[in-house]
Each structure stands twice: as structure tokens, then as C-alpha cells.
């Protein structure tokens, strides 16, 4: 059965990968497909576009957007991003300005705390639009405060951390509405990684399917068989579409493995011509 991978990411944001790489490497591991899904930027697509152009293998337009719930984030992909995205663009753009001026708060406490990084620093490990925390933990790795990323979050980046600083992010409905309103298949990524109270994600699943949501995320790399399982039985309750991805970010990431996860991960070519199916039924292109 061929496989595929509809959530990965690359130097655009907080993947180690230039997006042509990624999708060689994809390529490589005999993938039929792949979404590339960074985190609030498209500045990778269309590079990632023509490497699967020429190499013979579907790239699909993606990306990540953070959003916040009464019980903590919530991620959303949005899959077959058009071309033309501008009312996309501009909340990216906001959403990374936004960035910027976190990590810089993020870097004064760091440095409040006795440690010498600059944002300097940080613009440098990060060779995309959409810099985060893991281009700051790989500042205090080479800086030596750190002995891994692990360390990194959990002494400093995490929400535990002692220069932890919260990221503005959208509302989940509003990101749901703005993807939708795009034509792109709304998915809801990842769903068993937060914990939420249980009955919970239930009843805002719902709640989202009503705003466009159109997809779940039921193959994850940290999503167990039953993780899997809750999922498809979420996505049949409310008539949605199910997808799944490795989550790749390359050397950010390095137990992952595109399109096998931890090894166990399989996404089969069968997820993508049914999400396929699901478009043309609704008039959307592919
Ligand atoms: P940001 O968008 O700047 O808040 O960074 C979030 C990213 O940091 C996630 O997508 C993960 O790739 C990474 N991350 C979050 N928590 C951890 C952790 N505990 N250890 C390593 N990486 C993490
Ligand atoms: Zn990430
Ligand atoms: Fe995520
Ligand atoms: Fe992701």
C-alpha cells in the first residue's frame, strides 16, 4: 500500500528541512504524497511545489495555526490552501509580529535571568519567516544552557518554565472560519496530545463542524491505537473526514521519521483520495 504524510514541517518555521529537501526526502522514503504545514507562514509552498513538481509526487498546500480553548491550545491544519489566501496572509502576518515581540519578551527574561542571547541569536538559528521557541532552545543548546531541547522547554521554554511567556493565538472558531472561507479542508490535528476533560472535545468538535471544521487528525506519531480509535469514532459521530500525518520537524523532532512517525505510523494513499472524494463532492478543486 503506498503511504502518505499530511502534516510536516520545514525551515519555514521550526523544521530543520529546506522544503525541497522535505519533499525529496519524502520522495525518498517512497511517499506518495505529502502536506507541508508549518506554523503560521505559506513562504515554503511554493518551493516545496516545484521539487514535487519535478520529482513526481503530490505536494499539498498546508499550513498550522495555533489556537487557544478554555483547556489549552488547539491546532489546526488547513489542507489545499489556495493560491490566492489573502485574508490568510494578513492574520499570518499579524500572528508573526505577534511572535516577534514574544520572543524578544521571551529572550529579556532570559537574560534577566544571567544568560548572554541576543535576538540576534535567535533571528539566526531561524532561517524562516516563523521563528519560535525551538529556534530559542537551539540558541541555549550551542550556548551550552542546555544539554537538549527536552531540557531547553523544560527548564526555560515550557509552560512551566522560567522565561515562559504565553503566544497570542486565535480563537479556534475564528481560525476554523478563515480556513473554511479559503476552500481548504479544516482539520482538527492532533486532538488526543492536550488532554482535554473528557465529553469535552465532543461537544466543541460539534461545535466547530459548524463552522467549517471538516476533518480530524486520527494518525498522529504521538497518538496511541486508542488515541486513533477516539478519533475515528469523533469523526464518524459528526460526518467528518479523517487525515494523518507524522508531525516531522526533522532534527527539532528526532524520534520522527516522515511518514512512519516512531515506526509505527501508517497513513495509507486511501486517507487522501477520500479527502480528495470529500472536495470534488463540494465543488472544491484538488
Ligand atoms: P511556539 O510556536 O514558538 O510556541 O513553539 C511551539 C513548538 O515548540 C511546537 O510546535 C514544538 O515543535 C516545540 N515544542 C513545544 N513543547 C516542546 C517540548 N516540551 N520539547 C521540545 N519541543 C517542544
Ligand atoms: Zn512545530
Ligand atoms: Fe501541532
Ligand atoms: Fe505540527
Given at each position: 500500500m503506498k503511504l502518505i504524510d499530511l502534516h510536516t514541517h520545514s525551515l519555514a518555521s521550526d523544521g530543520t528541512?529546506?522544503?525541497?529537501?522535505?519533499?525529496?526526502?519524502?520522495?525518498?522514503?517512497?511517499?506518495?504524497?505529502?502536506?507541508?504545514?508549518?506554523?503560521?507562514?505559506?513562504?515554503?509552498?511554493?518551493?516545496?511545489e516545484a521539487t514535487g513538481r519535478s520529482l513526481g509526487i503530490s505536494v499539498i498546500r498546508g499550513c498550522e495555526l495555533s489556537t487557544g480553548t478554555e483547556h489549552g491550545e488547539m491546532h489546526i491544519l488547513g489542507l489545499w490552501l489556495p493560491r490566492?489566501?489573502?485574508?490568510?496572509?494578513e492574520r499570518l502576518v499579524?500572528?508573526?509580529r505577534k511572535r516577534a515581540e514574544r520572543n524578544a519578551l521571551i529572550v529579556e527574561k532570559l537574560r534577566g535571568l544571567g544568560l548572554?542571547?541576543?535576538?540576534?541569536d535567535v533571528r539566526e538559528a531561524a532561517r524562516g519567516e516563523s521563528v519560535g521557541r525551538p529556534h530559542i532552545a537551539d540558541v541555549l543548546l550551542r550556548k551550552g544552557y542546555a544539554k537538549d531541547s527536552r531540557q531547553a522547554f523544560q527548564e526555560y521554554l515550557g509552560s512551566r518554565g522560567k522565561a515562559f511567556v504565553p503566544k497570542e493565538v486565535l480563537e479556534p472558531e475564528a481560525a476554523v472560519r478563515l480556513l473554511a472561507g479559503l476552500g481548504a479542508t479544516v482539520c482538527?490535528?492532533?486532538?488526543?496530545?492536550?488532554?482535554?476533560?473528557?465529553?469535552?472535545?465532543?461537544?466543541?468538535?460539534?461545535?466547530?463542524?459548524?463552522?467549517?471544521?471538516?476533518?480530524?487528525e486520527a494518525w498522529h506519531s504521538e497518538h496511541s491505537?486508542?488515541?486513533?480509535?477516539?478519533?475515528?469514532?469523533?469523526?464518524?459521530?459528526f460526518g467528518l473526514g479523517v487525515s494523518g500525518g507524522s508531525?516531522?520537524?526533522?532534527?527539532?523532532?528526532?524520534?520522527?521519521?516522515?511518514?512512519?512517525?516512531?515506526?509505527?505510523?501508517?497513513?495509507?494513499?486511501?486517507?487522501l483520495e477520500n479527502l480528495e472524494a470529500a472536495r470534488r463532492a463540494q465543488g472544491l478543486p484538488c
Open positions: 528541512d529546506s522544503p525541497s529537501a522535505l519533499v525529496e526526502k519524502a520522495h525518498a522514503a517512497g511517499l506518495a504524497a505529502l502536506a507541508v504545514t508549518d506554523h503560521d507562514t505559506l513562504s515554503g509552498l511554493e518551493e516545496a490566492e489566501a489573502k485574508p490568510l496572509q499579524f500572528l508573526r548572554a542571547i541576543s535576538m540576534d482538527l490535528a492532533h486532538p488526543m496530545l492536550q488532554k482535554y476533560p473528557g465529553g469535552w472535545l465532543e461537544g466543541f468538535t460539534g461545535r466547530l463542524a459548524g463552522y467549517g471544521l471538516t476533518t480530524i491505537e486508542a488515541d486513533v480509535r477516539a478519533c475515528l469514532a469523533l469523526a464518524r459521530r508531525d516531522y520537524h526533522g532534527g527539532n523532532k528526532p524520534g520522527i521519521r516522515l511518514g512512519v512517525g516512531r515506526g509505527g505510523l501508517r497513513v495509507g494513499l486511501d486517507v
